[in-house]
Structure formats: structure tokens, C-alpha cells
């Protein structure tokens, strides 16, 4: 640690030593430090710092220590297996993430998932956004040093995968939506055990703000810390709640609809300040809104019956012993076509509105059993580019705070 | 319908009091789950969660179900279902003859369930229960005899099941497990 406070030049290469961080003098007055890829407050990324004393010079982000080759790994595999493949990207997720790729190979084959099957996408998809949610704070809980909000929300998402768990089958890779529809239907008495939640967790948000966000010893911490001006923020090209913390209103399911969120009432919420106070509540208030949402999906199924949740074009060959565990289970089994699906030649294009951000698809036939492209822009890809501006001019004490509050999730960004 | 709206927002502005209201009200919060805390914790080897049906758990093979399609082996996405050939006679012929069967990789399946839903006869079927040791790599190759059977669950034998429930007030609740619950 001597090493760290001293500055005069008789300190040796590689003096620093912080579990996971590393350092050597560039200048004079002047020190590099590599924090990551094995911080446990970076998360599998490195973010290459340049301090003057105290105060952050430069700032680098260094991504890329996960990258899995996902998007070459899918050329290799039949249409189906791409969606267990790129919901690996971020699996808590789950949902958000892959309903862009299945929305647009259904452009491609030029069929639309039944009704019933849209809204039990958008449940499923706000689920995973308030886990996704609880799990950012926890995180940034933890890196503040706020450990109650460590513990609090990882607690509480338990309630939200539990709930995933008894609709899909799974906690956590779902693998819900399938081309022309979603695999499952809705347990019996599943709509009230979802209404408890909402109601369970919509006391839970008062009691996170009087412990965490509005805890003046926090406030003090993260108020006008990290401040992404409304330009820059419009210039880096970033995206999801941090776009909108900065005052700038964009988002996929207010400009693009898809599914059926044009029919639910719900609102966007936008903050002025772009700071990392600003971000926190962000992410409250769209927790909010989510839960809004679920109470309007839980109402719409509730009201209406029982109807195929696949499209007809598998659903019409399906066989007898199908409809019946359908029926009993609520169970749509796939027919044996879909592991031999040949997908029209032609591109497509779709986009949705993940936890983090926009995220995008690119979709290439060639006719065949495989495709011959996809191309995926993910939300953390596009947001880490706002360390290296926003990071300089702050303290290294500073850097856990707005590293957390931007909510940044490596695997999603490297693919 | 309604569709969704965009509403401008700011952050609570901070009163004069705030430094004091708000340490109050976080202390008083602390004080409040200090005397009454919310605890799900599962004590594992003494209790183990019962899932609900439809839990994709591992997966069991019917024999005399299956029509040897290799549907379940196409559509795997992690190549874990494979089929391998066996030789057997006839039962009405009694001539010799190649089958073909379904074996499964737990070293490469990721319980995505694709095989259960993909079997015209559901001749596949998944185990409520995911925490199942093997004691090495290789055993986790199953073979056509141990597929059939459903895998060793030692944490039922030892404990007893919980279940987990949403509460309004507690959130998740852990509450023992009656007979017969679905």
C-alpha cells in the first residue's frame, strides 16, 4: 500500500498491492492502474486508469474477457438452438434478451405469435427486468459498500425467479419463447401468487428508499457523482435506463411497440439529472412501472380462456397426445419440425427493450437449416463506452459508484 | 387501450431536515428487521426444497414408449442427447436387428428441455430435482439401462422437503411440504 501514497519516483514497477489491481508510475506524478479483470468490483472487464494523486486522469475500459464467439457459434446450429445459445448472454435476462432473435426469424417466416402468447411474453420479459433490476442493485449495493442492499435485493429477486421458475420450468435460461409462441401456459393460481408480489414488492421499494436511496450517508455519495450531460449521453450512443436518467426519452417499447406493450398503460419514466442518484431511481420508478404492467398482463389472463399459445403452423400438425397435455398441463409441446426448420431466404431486423438497454438483431437466411448470419448489438456493449468520458475528473473512490450505477453486465457486452 | 407515456421526473429534493429524517428513518428500518428479520435460508442437508411439477430436472427415458424417431437427439442444442446402436432380435420374427436409442450426457446437457417437448410419444419426462452427485466424468455418460431409471436423489432420503411460497407481507416464505401439492 506504501507504494500507492507515494508519488516522489522511489517507487519500484509493479509496487501497488490491491488484490485485483495493479500499478506503475508513467509519469511524473502520474500512475496507471489496472483495475480487473479479477476485481471483484469490476466484474470480468479491466478499467485501465491514469490517477494524478487521487483524481482519475484518464480512464480506459478494456472489455472483451468473456467473449464466447456467440454470434459465429450460431451459424453452426439449427434455427431452435439459437435461443438457449444467446440467452447465455445475460441469463438473468433471460427472456428480454432472446425475444428479438425468435421476433425476427418470425418476420422471416411471416408468422406472429397468438395473442395469449404475447402478453405471457410480456410477463415473463418484466419478471426478468425486475430480477435484472434487483440484481444491478444489489451489485452497486455492494460496491458503495451498503451491505444490507447487498443482501436486500438478491432476497427479493428470489420472490421474481421463484415465479419465472414455476411458469418456465427453469430459474434462471428460460427458454420460454420459441418461434410462433411461448412453450408454457400459466400454472393454476399462478396470477395470484404474482399479484402478492406486486404488492409485496411495491412495500419493499419504500422501504430500499429509506434505507439506501435516500440515505443521506448514500445520497452523499452518489448526488451529482458521475453526471452524463443530456449531449454526451446522445453522442456516446448509450442506451436503457442510463439514456433516459439523462433526460433523453428513448425507449424500444414507447418508439418501436412490440408484442403487445402499444396496449398496456404504463409510463416511461425521465430523469433531468443523468447523475448516479439519478440512475438509482431511474431503475425505481421503471420497477414500478413493471409492476404496473404485471398487474395489467395477470388481469388480461385471468379474463381470457385458454387458447393454442403456439402459431398455427405447428400448432395444426400437432397430434392429438399434444392438445391433450396441453389441456392438462398447460404444456405446448414442439413438433419434430422445429428442429428441421428451414427459414425463407431474406433479413431481417428486430430490436427490444432489455434491462440494460436497446438491444438488436440482425437476422441472415439463406434458405437453409442454419443461419447464415446473426449479428447482435447488446445494451452493455453500447454503454461501456461511457467510462472513458465520464471516469476523468473523478476520485478513485468515485469509481465503484458510477461503475455500478451504470448498471454494466460484461458477459452481455462481450457475446 | 391505453399506450404507455413518457413522464418527466426528478429526484426528491432534499429538505432541511433530510440529513436527520433520513438517518432516523434507515436506523428505524434497521431496527425494525433487527427484531424481526425475514429469513428463507434453506438448511440444506436438514431440508430440501420440493419443486413444483414442471421443473425441467433431469431426465428420464420410458423405454417402452419410445418410437426411436431421434427427434430428442436433433433438436438438442448442446449435442447431449445421442442415439446409439444396439442390436436386439425381434420378438415376432426373431430376426436379428439394429435399434436405435436415446442416451443422454449430463457433462453437456443444459436442461433446457427442448427433448421432453419434442417427443411425439412423451416418452421422455424430467425429475422434479436438479441436485443429483455423481462421483466421477464418466458416470455422467448415461447408458441405456441407467437412463431408464431416475437418478439417485440423496438429499430426499436425509431431508425434509420445504416448499416456497410468495407472501405478501415476507416475500418468499418457506413453509413445509404437505403431501399431494402439486
Not at chain 1, 411461448?182 to 404474482?194: E, H, M
Not at chain 1, 475528473?393 to 458510477?402: E, Q, S
Request: aromatic fraction near 12%; include cysteine; charged fraction near 30%.
Amino acid at each position: 500500500m506504501s507504494g500507492f501514497v507515494s508519488t516522489r519516483g522511489q517507487v519500484g514497477f509493479n509496487d501497488l498491492k490491491i488484490p485485483g489491481a495493479w500499478s506503475r508510475k508513467i509519469g511524473k506524478d502520474l500512475y496507471e492502474v489496472f483495475i480487473g479483470p479479477q476485481h471483484p468490483g469490476s466484474g470480468h472487464m479491466r478499467i485501465i486508469i491514469r490517477i494524478d494523486g487521487d483524481v482519475i486522469v484518464e480512464a480506459d475500459p478494456d472489455m472483451g474477457y468473456v467473449h464466447r464467439t456467440m454470434e459465429k457459434l450460431g451459424e453452426g446450429r439449427e434455427w431452435i438452438k439459437g435461443i438457449p445459445l444467446y440467452e447465455r448472454m445475460a441469463i438473468h435476462d433471460a427472456c428480454n434478451v432472446t425475444l428479438p432473435y425468435v421476433r425476427a426469424v418470425e418476420q422471416l417466416l411471416g408468422i406472429e405469435a397468438p395473442l395469449r402468447a404475447k402478453y405471457l411474453r410480456v410477463l415473463l420479459c418484466e419478471i426478468n427486468r425486475i430480477a435484472a433490476y434487483l440484481y444491478g442493485f444489489g451489485i452497486f449495493g455492494v460496491f458503495v459498500g451498503h451491505s444490507t442492499m447487498y443482501m436486500w435485493p438478491f432476497g427479493d429477486r428470489e420472490v421474481w425467479i421463484e415465479l419465472a421458475d414455476w411458469l418456465t420450468g427453469a430459474r434462471l435460461t428460460h427458454s420460454y419463447p420459441v418461434f410462433g409462441g411461448v412453450r408454457r401456459d400459466v400454472p393454476a393460481d399462478f396470477t395470484n401468487q404474482l399479484r402478492k408480489a406486486i404488492r409485496y414488492m411495491r412495500k419493499r421499494l419504500e422501504e430500499y428508499r429509506k434505507i439506501y436511496v435516500d440515505n443521506p450517508v448514500i445520497r452523499a455519495r452518489l448526488e451529482d457523482v458521475g453526471v452524463i450531460p443530456k449531449n454526451l449521453a446522445i453522442e456516446l450512443g448509450i442506451t436503457g435506463p442510463n439514456l433516459r436518467a439523462s433526460g433523453v426519452l428513448y425507449d424500444v417499447r414507447y418508439n418501436d411497440p412490440y408484442e403487445v406493450y402499444d396496449e398496456l398503460d404504463f409510463e416511461i419514466p425521465v430523469f433531468q439529472e443523468g447523475d448516479a442518484l439519478a440512475r438509482v431511481w431511474q431503475r425505481v420508478e421503471e420497477i414500478k412501472q413493471s409492476l404496473r404492467i404485471l398487474e395489467q398482463v395477470a388481469d388480461w389472463l385471468d379474463k381470457h380462456p385458454r387458447e393454442p399459445i403456439l402459431h398455427d403452423r405447428f400448432w395444426k400438425t400437432a397430434p392429438p397426445l399434444h392438445k391433450k397435455i396441453f389441456e392438462t398441463e398447460g404444456r405446448a409441446k414442439l413438433v419434430p419440425l422445429y428442429a428441421l426448420l428451414k427459414v425463407p431466404k431474406g433479413k431481417a431486423y428486430a430490436r427490444a427493450e432489455t434491462a440494460r438497454g436497446e438491444i438488436t438483431y440482425y437476422v441472415e437466411s439463406d434458405g437453409g437449416q442454419k443461419p447464415y448470419r446473426v449479428r447482435i448489438v447488446s445494451a452493455s456493449a453500447r454503454n461501456a463506452i461511457v467510462f472513458k468520458y465520464i471516469l476523468p475528473g473523478h476520485r478513485v473512490m468515485d469509481l465503484p459508484t458510477i461503475y455500478g450505477s451504470i448498471d454494466y453486465f460484461p458477459p452481455e457486452a462481450d457475446r | 387501450m391505453v399506450p404507455p407515456k413518457p413522464v418527466p421526473k426528478t429526484k426528491p429534493r432534499r429538505g432541511i431536515f433530510h440529513a436527520f429524517k433520513g438517518n432516523l428513518e434507515a436506523l428505524m428500518i434497521g431496527v425494525k428487521y433487527f427484531i424481526d428479520p425475514k429469513r428463507f435460508t434453506l438448511i440444506y442437508p436438514k431440508e430440501y426444497n420440493k419443486l413444483r411439477e414442471g421443473y425441467r430436472g433431469f431426465i428420464v427415458l420410458i423405454k417402452q414408449k419410445c418410437i426411436n424417431c431421434a427427434s430428442c437427439a436433433r433438436i438438442c442444442p448442446a449435442a447431449a442427447m445421442k442415439m446409439i446402436r444396439i442390436p436386439e432380435v425381434d420378438e415376432k420374427t426373431g430376426k436379428q436387428k439394429v435399434k436405435n436409442w436415446p442416451v443422454i450426457d449430463y457433462r453437456r446437457c443444459i436442461f433446457c428441455g427442448y427433448c421432453v417437448d419434442v417427443c411425439p410419444t412423451e416418452a421422455l419426462y424430467h425429475v422434479p430435482y436438479h441436485d443429483v452427485v455423481y462421483q466421477n466424468m464418466a458416470e455422467m455418460y448415461l447408458d441405456l439401462e441407467s437412463f431408464q431409471k431416475p437418478p439417485e436423489y440423496k438429499a430426499a432420503e436425509e431431508g425434509i422437503p420445504v416448499r416456497y411460497i410468495v407472501d405478501e407481507e415476507r416475500g418468499l416464505v418457506k413453509v413445509p411440504y404437505k403431501e399431494g401439492e402439486k
